[in-house]
C-alpha cells in the first residue's frame, strides 16, 4: 500500500492505494465517482476517458500511484452550478446520447478536442472521438452536437419524410 | 388508436423532444447495476472451461475454500437447477459435462474480486476431453456426438417448438405454402445457393452484470443490467421453484442489450452464491472476455434458397432451409429459428414456398436473441440471392424486386393479407433507389473514380419484420396523479437508451393535454412496484406500451370527470380539460383545477369524495395466433415494419479494400413519434449493421476453443468508419392499431446492411461474396479466386446447368 494525493475535480483526496491498484478503480471505488466506466479495462474502448495533469488518459491503463499529485477532471466536473456544460448541452439538444454508458468518456474527448480546435471538421471529430467506442447511437448524433457546438449547425442531418 | 389527427392538431407527437433520461447520464449521475455497491457485498468470479467438450472427473475446491475471505464456493454438482426460455435445457454451472469454451464449472464469492479471482486460480478441474461437434452443419451427420443426450426428457414450450431428442436439432419450424412442385414445374427458371454468416457479439458497452441478494424466508432481491425484469422474475422462480411474490427484479440504468439481456443472464448464479454465503449480496460483472464466450451472442447460420421464377420475371416458388447453429444452449435461438421460419422470404411475395428451419446444438457459446432476431442473418441470405435471380434471369436487381414486393392483397408466408394500411416497402424501396441515384454513376461519381483509381457500386436490399413475440403478449401501464397536478408514468418496458420513455411521456403529454413538464416517466423497473410488461424486445415497446399509456391517459381523464360533474353538478358530457383544469365546456370559468382532484377532492364543508387520481391502461395483442406446426399457417404478427437500404460503395480491385461512402435508409414507420429519436435508431442500428456486414464475427480454432474474445480481436465500428454520407427516411403509412398510427423500427435498422453492401461490392468489383462479414481480404479473395459456381441454375430457358458467372449482369 501507499498513500497519495491527488485533486479530482478541484477537491484534494488523500487515500492509501495498493500499488497495482488502477488509477479507473481508485476514482470509481475508492473515491466513489461512479460516473466513469469501464468498459473493457483493457484500454480499448474509452468508456473511462478522464482528464490527468489536462490530458486525456484511459483511466484504466493508468495506476493510482502514477497519480501521486496529480489533478484529475471527471464527469461529476463536468456540470456547474449554472446546469450542464457546454458540451453536455450539445449532447443534449442533438439526442447524441442514448444508453449513455460511453457518454462521460466520449464527452471527456470531445472537451479535450474543442481545447486544441474552435471549429473542428467531421474528419477531425471522428478522429479525436475514435478511441471511444459506442455501440448505441453510430456516433452521427455525437458529431452533429460538436459541430452545433461550434457554430456550424448547418451540418447537420435530419430524418426526412418521404 | 391511430385517430386520423393532422400533424399540426399534436403538440408534442412528431416533435424531437429532447430525452429524458439525458441529464444524468451526461453528468454521470445515472446509477447503473456496474455502478452499484451495497453493505456486506461479495464479488463473485467464475471458473470457466478451456474445453469445448469435455467430461468434468473432479473438481477439487479446497485451497480456494482456504483462502482468507473467500465466502463462498460453488460447483456445479450442488446445483440441480434448470433454466431455459423455451428449452429448459442450462444448469446454473455445469454438471458432469461442459458443453462449451468459456463454460463456468465452479463460481466464488469473496470480500474483494482479488480474492475471488485467486479463489478461482486456486480451483483444479479434471477433465476428460471429449470430441467436440463443432459446425452446425456436422452437427446434423448421424455419427455426431450429441450435445444433450437427454433432450428428450426437458421440458420445453411445446406450442410453438419441437425439439428432436436423439438429434442436435433443439427445434425445427415447417412452413408450406401453396404447392412448391407445381411452383416450380411451371417456372422457367430454377436457381439455387447457399449463404452462411458467423456467431457475433452484441457488445453492449455494460457487460451483463447483477446483485442478488437472498435474505431470510427465501426472500430474493435482484438488481441486474437486463432488458425484461419480469421475464428475469418469472423464469428465475421456474428454476427455484420460488412464489413469484417472493422475488423482487430491479433494473436501474442500463448500458445497451441489443438482445443479449432479454432473458435471464448471471442473476441465478449470484443469487445461489448470496445463499450459500449466509445471505449476503453478490455482484458479478462480466470481464469483456467473459461476455464473449460466458455469455450468449447471435447464432451463425447456413441459409440454402431454391427459387423457381417465371420468364416475367416472377417468383413462382421458393424451397428454403435454415440451418441455425444454437450453440450449446437453446436459449432465444430456437425462438430466432421460429421468427425467421415465418418471414424468411423477405418482404417479397412467394406464392408457394417450403420452409424447414432448424436450430442446432453445437459445442460452442450459445446463441441468443440480437438487434434483428434473425433477420439480419437471413436477409444478408436472402437480399444478396434477390440480386442473383435478378442477375441470372436478366433482370435489374431493383425492377425484379419491385415485381415481387409485398403490397396490399399479397399473402404473407403464413397467410397474412397486407393491407394499404400494412406499411409499403415499395416506397422504401423507390426511396433509396433515388437517393443514392441507383443505377447510374453520377458526374461527381466518375470524377471521384478516376481520381482515387477505386471503382464506385451501388447495391439495394430491402427488408421486413414483425415482433416475435407469444399471441397474447401483454402490458400495462400506471398513471399517477401527484398533488400538484403533474403525473408519474409507471412502467415496466425498460429503456436502454432507444428512447422508448421519451416518446412514451409525448403521447402521455399529448393524450392528456398537458404540457410535456407535468408527465414524468419513472426509470428504475421494479417489478414490485411497476404493472406487468412481457420483455423489451421485439421492437414492439412502442407499439403496446404506446396503446397502453393511451389507455392509461384516458382512464385518468375519465377518473378526474368523474369527480369534477359531481363537484360542478353538471353531466360529464359538458365537460372539457385543459393542462391545468378540467371545466364545463360552455362556461370555462366553472372550472375544478386538476391539483384539487389529484389525491382526493375536499369539498367546502370538508368532506371527501375522488381519492388519488390513477389511470389504468392495459394492452394485449390483438388476434394473433400460434403457428400451425406442420403448415406454419397463423397471424403471428404484431405489425410488419418495412425498409431498405441503398448503399454506394467504392473499391480497390487490386487489393480488395473498399469504402462505404453513402448510406440511404427508408422505414416505414408508420408515425415518427420523435423524429430525431427515430434518425437516432437508424443510424445505431446501420452502423451495428455495418459492423456484423465488415469485421464482426466469432473465430474459433479446431478444438473450438474462441480466438477473438476482445476488442483487439474483434473490433467493433468507431467513428472512423461512418459512412461520409448517411441520410435516414421515414414513410408514414399510419398503423391504423398503433400508438398515433406508429409501429417499432429498433431493430430495422441493422437489417439488410450487409446485403446492401454485398450487392454494392459485387456491381463495384464482380465479387459474388456469400459468407459475412466480408473483409477486405474476402473480396480479395473472390476477385482473384472465383470459383464456378456450375450447377446453382438447374433449369432455364437458356438451357441448364449454366454458370453464374457467365451471365452479364443488366446493370453493367
Not at chain 2, 451526461?26 to 456496474?34: F, K, P
Not at chain 2, 415447417?174 to 427458371?189: I, Y
Not at chain 2, 414513410?731 to 446492401?756: F, K, L, N, W
Given at each position: 500500500m501507499m498513500k497519495i494525493k491527488v485533486t479530482v475535480n478541484g477537491l484534494e483526496y488523500e487515500r492509501d492505494v495498493a500499488e497495482h491498484r488502477t488509477l479507473l478503480h481508485f476514482i470509481r471505488d475508492d473515491l466513489g465517482l461512479s460516473g466513469t466506466k469501464e468498459g473493457c479495462g483493457m484500454g480499448e474502448c474509452g468508456a473511462c476517458t478522464v482528464f490527468l495533469n489536462g490530458k486525456v488518459v484511459n483511466a484504466c491503463l493508468v495506476l493510482a500511484a502514477e497519480a501521486d499529485g496529480a489533478s484529475i477532471e471527471t464527469i461529476e466536473g463536468q456540470a456547474g452550478s449554472f446546469g450542464l456544460s457546454d458540451i453536455q448541452k450539445a449532447f443534449e439538444k442533438n439526442h447524441a446520447v442514448q444508453c449513455g454508458f460511453c457518454t462521460p468518456g466520449m464527452v471527456m474527448s470531445v472537451k479535450e478536442l474543442l481545447r486544441h480546435n474552435g471549429k473542428p471538421t467531421p474528419e477531425a471529430i471522428k478522429e479525436a472521438i475514435e478511441g471511444n467506442f459506442c455501440r448505441c447511437t453510430g456516433y452521427t448524433q455525437i458529431i452533429e452536437a460538436v459541430l452545433d457546438l461550434t457554430g456550424q449547425g448547418d451540418l447537420k442531418g435530419e430524418l426526412k419524410h418521404v | 388508436m391511430f385517430d386520423d389527427l393532422k400533424p399540426e392538431a399534436l403538440r408534442y407527437v412528431g416533435k424531437s423532444e429532447k430525452k429524458v433520461d439525458d441529464t444524468e447520464k451526461l453528468t454521470g449521475e445515472a446509477v447503473y447495476v456496474s455502478d452499484m455497491k451495497f453493505p456486506g457485498m461479495l464479488y463473485a468470479q467464475v471458473k470457466k472451461s478451456p474445453h469445448a467438450r469435455a467430461r468434468i472427473r473432479n473438481i477439487d475446491s479446497g485451497k480456494a475454500q482456504a483462502i482468507p475471505g473467500v465466502r463462498a464456493v460453488i460447483t456445479g454438482e450442488e446445483l440441480a437447477y434448470r433454466l431455459g426460455l423455451y428449452v429448459v435445457d442450462k444448469y446454473i454451472l455445469a454438471r458432469g459435462e461442459v458443453r462449451h469454451y468459456g463454460e463456468a464449472v465452479a463460481a466464488v464469492a469473496a470480500d474483494t474480486p482479488e480474492i475471488a479471482r485467486a479463489a478461482v486460480e486456486a480451483i483444479t478441474v479434471d477433465y476428460e476431453e471429449l470430441p467436440p461437434v463443432l459446425h452446425h452443419m456436422d452437427a446434423l451427420k448421424p455419427d455426431a456426438p450429441l450435445v444433450h443426450p437427454d433432450l428428450g426428457s426437458y421440458s420445453y414450450v411445446a406450442a410453438a417448438f419441437t425439439p428432436k431428442p436423439g438429434s442436435n436439432i433443439a427445434n425445427h419450424t415447417k412452413l408450406r405454402k401453396g404447392d412448391v412442385d407445381k411452383g416450380f414445374a411451371e417456372s422457367a427458371w430454377i436457381i439455387e445457393r447457399e449463404y452462411s454468416c458467423p456467431s457475433v457479439q452484441h457488445v453492449p458497452m455494460e457487460t451483463h452484470v447483477a446483485i442478488v441478494k437472498w435474505s431470510s424466508g427465501d426472500k430474493v432481491s435482484i438488481w441486474t443490467s437486463a432488458q425484461s425484469p419480469f421475464t428475469v422474475r418469472n423464469l428465475f422462480c421456474h428454476a427455484f421453484s420460488?412464489?413469484?411474490?417472493n422475488v423482487r427484479v430491479i433494473i436501474p440504468y442500463v448500458g445497451g442489450g441489443f438482445g443479449g439481456k432479454a432473458g435471464i443472464g448471471v442473476e441465478p448464479l449470484c443469487a445461489v452464491l448470496s445463499r450459500k454465503a449466509g445471505g449476503r449480496p453478490v455482484k458479478f460483472q462480466a470481464s469483456r472476455e467473459e461476455e464473449f464466450s460466458l455469455l450468449p451472442c447471435r447464432s451463425a447460420l447456413t441459409y440454402r434458397i431454391r427459387t423457381g421464377i417465371s420468364s416475367e420475371g416472377k417468383i413462382l416458388a421458393q424451397h428454403m432451409t435454415m440451418y441455425w447453429d444454437s450453440g450449446a444452449y437453446a436459449d432465444y435461438a430456437v425462438n430466432v429459428t421460429r421468427a425467421s421460419g415465418y418471414s424468411a422470404s423477405g418482404p417479397y411475395e412467394i406464392p408457394n414456398a417450403w420452409i424447414d428451419a432448424y436450430t442446432i446444438y453445437t459445442n460452442k457459446p450459445f446463441g441468443t436473441a440480437y438487434r434483428g432476431f434473425g433477420h439480419v442473418e437471413f436477409h444478408w441470405a436472402i437480399e444478396r440471392h434477390m440480386e442473383l435471380l435478378a442477375l441470372a434471369i436478366g433482370m435489374d436487381p431493383l425492377e425484379f424486386r419491385r415485381k415481387n414486393a409485398l403490397r396490399p392483397g399479397s399473402r404473407t408466408l403464413t397467410g397474412e393479407e397486407l393491407t394499404e394500411h400494412s406499411g409499403s416497402v415499395l416506397k422504401c424501396i423507390d426511396t433509396v433507389a433515388a437517393a443514392i441515384s441507383y443505377g447510374k454513376i453520377t458526374k461527381e461519381e466518375a470524377g471521384r473514380e478516376k481520381r482515387t483509381g477505386w471503382k464506385i457500386g451501388k447495391g439495394i436490399a430491402a427488408l421486413q419484420k414483425a415482433p416475435a413475440m407469444p399471441p397474447f403478449t401483454a402490458t400495462a401501464v400506471i398513471i399517477k396523479m401527484n398533488e400538484d397536478g403533474s403525473v408519474t408514468v409507471n412502467l415496466a418496458l425498460t429503456d436502454l437508451g432507444q428512447g422508448t420513455y421519451t416518446s412514451i411521456r409525448q403521447i402521455v403529454a399529448e393524450r392528456l393535454g398537458f404540457?410535456?413538464?407535468?408527465v414524468k416517466i419513472s426509470f428504475d423497473c421494479d417489478t414490485e412496484k411497476d404493472p406487468y410488461d412481457w420483455?423489451?424486445?421485439?421492437?414492439k415497446g412502442l407499439f403496446l406500451s404506446g396503446n397502453a399509456a393511451i389507455i392509461a391517459a384516458e382512464d385518468l381523464l375519465k377518473k378526474a370527470y368523474a369527480v369534477a360533474a359531481e363537484v360542478l353538478h353538471v353531466g360529464l358530457r359538458d365537460l372539457g380539460h385543459d393542462g391545468d383544469k378540467v371545466f364545463l365546456r360552455h362556461h370555462p370559468a366553472r372550472s375544478i383545477s386538476f391539483s384539487s382532484m389529484a389525491v382526493g377532492y375536499m369539498m367546502p364543508n370538508g368532506n371527501g369524495i375522488g381519492g388519488p387520481l390513477i389511470g389504468v391502461g392495459k394492452y394485449i395483442a390483438q388476434g394473433l395466433t400460434n403457428l400451425n406446426k406442420e403448415t406454419g399457417e397463423g397471424h403471428p404478427a404484431l405489425n410488419w415494419t418495412f425498409g431498405a437500404h441503398g448503399m454506394v460503395v467504392e473499391a480497390n480491385l487490386e487489393t480488395g479494400e473498399y469504402r462505404v461512402l453513402r448510406i440511404a435508409s427508408a422505414f416505414d414507420v408508420g408515425k415518427a413519434v420523435n423524429p430525431e429519436l427515430v434518425r437516432g435508431q437508424a443510424i445505431g442500428g446501420m452502423m451495428q449493421g455495418l459492423g456484423t456486414a465488415m469485421c464482426e464475427g466469432y473465430i474459433y480454432d479446431k478444438e473450438g476453443r474462441l480466438l477473438n474474445p476482445s476488442f483487439t480481436d474483434n473490433k467493433i465500428p468507431t467513428a472512423k468508419d461512418l459512412p461520409l454520407e448517411v441520410e435516414c427516411f421515414v414513410v408514414e403509412t399510419a398503423q391504423i392499431d398503433g400508438p398515433y398510427g406508429a409501429r417499432g423500427v429498433g431493430e430495422h435498422s441493422m437489417i439488410s446492411v450487409a446485403a446492401a453492401l454485398g450487392n454494392a461490392l459485387r456491381k463495384a468489383t464482380g465479387a459474388e461474396i456469400l459468407h459475412m462479414p466480408i473483409r477486405f481480404e474476402d473480396v480479395w479473395r473472390a476477385l482473384r479466386n472465383k470459383k464456378p459456381i456450375d450447377n446453382w441454375i438447374t433449369k432455364s430457358p437458356l438451357g441448364s446447368c449454366r454458370s453464374v458467372k457467365d451471365i452479364p449482369s443488366v446493370a453493367d
Amino acid at each position: 500500500m501507499m498513500k497519495i494525493k491527488v485533486t479530482v475535480n478541484g477537491l484534494e483526496y488523500e487515500r492509501d492505494v495498493a500499488e497495482h491498484r488502477t488509477l479507473l478503480h481508485f476514482i470509481r471505488d475508492d473515491l466513489g465517482l461512479s460516473g466513469t466506466k469501464e468498459g473493457c479495462g483493457m484500454g480499448e474502448c474509452g468508456a473511462c476517458t478522464v482528464f490527468l495533469n489536462g490530458k486525456v488518459v484511459n483511466a484504466c491503463l493508468v495506476l493510482a500511484a502514477e497519480a501521486d499529485g496529480a489533478s484529475i477532471e471527471t464527469i461529476e466536473g463536468q456540470a456547474g452550478s449554472f446546469g450542464l456544460s457546454d458540451i453536455q448541452k450539445a449532447f443534449e439538444k442533438n439526442h447524441a446520447v442514448q444508453c449513455g454508458f460511453c457518454t462521460p468518456g466520449m464527452v471527456m474527448s470531445v472537451k479535450e478536442l474543442l481545447r486544441h480546435n474552435g471549429k473542428p471538421t467531421p474528419e477531425a471529430i471522428k478522429e479525436a472521438i475514435e478511441g471511444n467506442f459506442c455501440r448505441c447511437t453510430g456516433y452521427t448524433q455525437i458529431i452533429e452536437a460538436v459541430l452545433d457546438l461550434t457554430g456550424q449547425g448547418d451540418l447537420k442531418g435530419e430524418l426526412k419524410h418521404v | 388508436m391511430f385517430d386520423d389527427l393532422k400533424p399540426e392538431a399534436l403538440r408534442y407527437v412528431g416533435k424531437s423532444e429532447k430525452k429524458v433520461d439525458d441529464t444524468e447520464k451526461l453528468t454521470g449521475e445515472a446509477v447503473y447495476v456496474s455502478d452499484m455497491k451495497f453493505p456486506g457485498m461479495l464479488y463473485a468470479q467464475v471458473k470457466k472451461s478451456p474445453h469445448a467438450r469435455a467430461r468434468i472427473r473432479n473438481i477439487d475446491s479446497g485451497k480456494a475454500q482456504a483462502i482468507p475471505g473467500v465466502r463462498a464456493v460453488i460447483t456445479g454438482e450442488e446445483l440441480a437447477y434448470r433454466l431455459g426460455l423455451y428449452v429448459v435445457d442450462k444448469y446454473i454451472l455445469a454438471r458432469g459435462e461442459v458443453r462449451h469454451y468459456g463454460e463456468a464449472v465452479a463460481a466464488v464469492a469473496a470480500d474483494t474480486p482479488e480474492i475471488a479471482r485467486a479463489a478461482v486460480e486456486a480451483i483444479t478441474v479434471d477433465y476428460e476431453e471429449l470430441p467436440p461437434v463443432l459446425h452446425h452443419m456436422d452437427a446434423l451427420k448421424p455419427d455426431a456426438p450429441l450435445v444433450h443426450p437427454d433432450l428428450g426428457s426437458y421440458s420445453y414450450v411445446a406450442a410453438a417448438f419441437t425439439p428432436k431428442p436423439g438429434s442436435n436439432i433443439a427445434n425445427h419450424t415447417k412452413l408450406r405454402k401453396g404447392d412448391v412442385d407445381k411452383g416450380f414445374a411451371e417456372s422457367a427458371w430454377i436457381i439455387e445457393r447457399e449463404y452462411s454468416c458467423p456467431s457475433v457479439q452484441h457488445v453492449p458497452m455494460e457487460t451483463h452484470v447483477a446483485i442478488v441478494k437472498w435474505s431470510s424466508g427465501d426472500k430474493v432481491s435482484i438488481w441486474t443490467s437486463a432488458q425484461s425484469p419480469f421475464t428475469v422474475r418469472n423464469l428465475f422462480c421456474h428454476a427455484f421453484s420460488l412464489p413469484h411474490n417472493n422475488v423482487r427484479v430491479i433494473i436501474p440504468y442500463v448500458g445497451g442489450g441489443f438482445g443479449g439481456k432479454a432473458g435471464i443472464g448471471v442473476e441465478p448464479l449470484c443469487a445461489v452464491l448470496s445463499r450459500k454465503a449466509g445471505g449476503r449480496p453478490v455482484k458479478f460483472q462480466a470481464s469483456r472476455e467473459e461476455e464473449f464466450s460466458l455469455l450468449p451472442c447471435r447464432s451463425a447460420l447456413t441459409y440454402r434458397i431454391r427459387t423457381g421464377i417465371s420468364s416475367e420475371g416472377k417468383i413462382l416458388a421458393q424451397h428454403m432451409t435454415m440451418y441455425w447453429d444454437s450453440g450449446a444452449y437453446a436459449d432465444y435461438a430456437v425462438n430466432v429459428t421460429r421468427a425467421s421460419g415465418y418471414s424468411a422470404s423477405g418482404p417479397y411475395e412467394i406464392p408457394n414456398a417450403w420452409i424447414d428451419a432448424y436450430t442446432i446444438y453445437t459445442n460452442k457459446p450459445f446463441g441468443t436473441a440480437y438487434r434483428g432476431f434473425g433477420h439480419v442473418e437471413f436477409h444478408w441470405a436472402i437480399e444478396r440471392h434477390m440480386e442473383l435471380l435478378a442477375l441470372a434471369i436478366g433482370m435489374d436487381p431493383l425492377e425484379f424486386r419491385r415485381k415481387n414486393a409485398l403490397r396490399p392483397g399479397s399473402r404473407t408466408l403464413t397467410g397474412e393479407e397486407l393491407t394499404e394500411h400494412s406499411g409499403s416497402v415499395l416506397k422504401c424501396i423507390d426511396t433509396v433507389a433515388a437517393a443514392i441515384s441507383y443505377g447510374k454513376i453520377t458526374k461527381e461519381e466518375a470524377g471521384r473514380e478516376k481520381r482515387t483509381g477505386w471503382k464506385i457500386g451501388k447495391g439495394i436490399a430491402a427488408l421486413q419484420k414483425a415482433p416475435a413475440m407469444p399471441p397474447f403478449t401483454a402490458t400495462a401501464v400506471i398513471i399517477k396523479m401527484n398533488e400538484d397536478g403533474s403525473v408519474t408514468v409507471n412502467l415496466a418496458l425498460t429503456d436502454l437508451g432507444q428512447g422508448t420513455y421519451t416518446s412514451i411521456r409525448q403521447i402521455v403529454a399529448e393524450r392528456l393535454g398537458f404540457v410535456l413538464e407535468k408527465v414524468k416517466i419513472s426509470f428504475d423497473c421494479d417489478t414490485e412496484k411497476d404493472p406487468y410488461d412481457w420483455q423489451t424486445v421485439a421492437s414492439k415497446g412502442l407499439f403496446l406500451s404506446g396503446n397502453a399509456a393511451i389507455i392509461a391517459a384516458e382512464d385518468l381523464l375519465k377518473k378526474a370527470y368523474a369527480v369534477a360533474a359531481e363537484v360542478l353538478h353538471v353531466g360529464l358530457r359538458d365537460l372539457g380539460h385543459d393542462g391545468d383544469k378540467v371545466f364545463l365546456r360552455h362556461h370555462p370559468a366553472r372550472s375544478i383545477s386538476f391539483s384539487s382532484m389529484a389525491v382526493g377532492y375536499m369539498m367546502p364543508n370538508g368532506n371527501g369524495i375522488g381519492g388519488p387520481l390513477i389511470g389504468v391502461g392495459k394492452y394485449i395483442a390483438q388476434g394473433l395466433t400460434n403457428l400451425n406446426k406442420e403448415t406454419g399457417e397463423g397471424h403471428p404478427a404484431l405489425n410488419w415494419t418495412f425498409g431498405a437500404h441503398g448503399m454506394v460503395v467504392e473499391a480497390n480491385l487490386e487489393t480488395g479494400e473498399y469504402r462505404v461512402l453513402r448510406i440511404a435508409s427508408a422505414f416505414d414507420v408508420g408515425k415518427a413519434v420523435n423524429p430525431e429519436l427515430v434518425r437516432g435508431q437508424a443510424i445505431g442500428g446501420m452502423m451495428q449493421g455495418l459492423g456484423t456486414a465488415m469485421c464482426e464475427g466469432y473465430i474459433y480454432d479446431k478444438e473450438g476453443r474462441l480466438l477473438n474474445p476482445s476488442f483487439t480481436d474483434n473490433k467493433i465500428p468507431t467513428a472512423k468508419d461512418l459512412p461520409l454520407e448517411v441520410e435516414c427516411f421515414v414513410v408514414e403509412t399510419a398503423q391504423i392499431d398503433g400508438p398515433y398510427g406508429a409501429r417499432g423500427v429498433g431493430e430495422h435498422s441493422m437489417i439488410s446492411v450487409a446485403a446492401a453492401l454485398g450487392n454494392a461490392l459485387r456491381k463495384a468489383t464482380g465479387a459474388e461474396i456469400l459468407h459475412m462479414p466480408i473483409r477486405f481480404e474476402d473480396v480479395w479473395r473472390a476477385l482473384r479466386n472465383k470459383k464456378p459456381i456450375d450447377n446453382w441454375i438447374t433449369k432455364s430457358p437458356l438451357g441448364s446447368c449454366r454458370s453464374v458467372k457467365d451471365i452479364p449482369s443488366v446493370a453493367d
